[in-house]
Nanobody
Framework: QVQLVESGGGLVQAGGSLRLSCAASTRFFVIDAMGWYRQAPGKQRELVATITSGGSTNYADSVKARFTISRDDAKNTVYLQMNNLKPGDTAVYYC???????????????WGQGTQVTVSS
């Protein structure tokens, strides 16, 4: 199994910065791609950024040039550096990991519990 624990959320004024962290604990799974998603009240969950095991990244258009996703495989942690935050970034942010296990061999998605990010205007 894979357990993901997010941290770093909070309240920040527009134009400020936050860094989210997601630490993964694994049992019989190897993590492949990781990413961040967010969901605002009344809205569908949307992709924010992803990063593959090889380091390739992609971002939602709304956060390009402001957010940076990175990972530290030695610490089994993925980060989301958020700069120039806007009120529209307010949402619950969820960490996601795609992981491969065996017995049987399979690939599954795992999700963290979410961390609240609130940006005031």
């Amino acid at each position: 199994q894979v357990q993901l624990v997010e941290s770093g959320g909070g309240l920040v004024q527009a134009g400020g910065s936050l860094r989210l962290s997601c630490a993964a604990s694994t049992r019989f799974f190897v993590i492949d791609a990781m990413g961040w998603y967010r969901q605002a009240p009344g809205k569908q969950r949307e992709l924010v950024a992803t990063i593959t095991s090889g380091g390739s990244t992609n971002y939602a258009d709304s956060v390009k040039a402001r957010f940076t996703i990175s990972r530290d495989d030695a610490k089994n942690t993925v980060y989301l550096q958020m700069n120039n935050l806007k009120p529209g970034d307010t949402a619950v942010y969820y960490c996601n990991a795609e992981a491969t296990g065996d017995l049987p061999v399979r690939t599954e998605d795992f999700w963290g519990q979410g961390t609240q990010v609130t940006v005031s205007s």
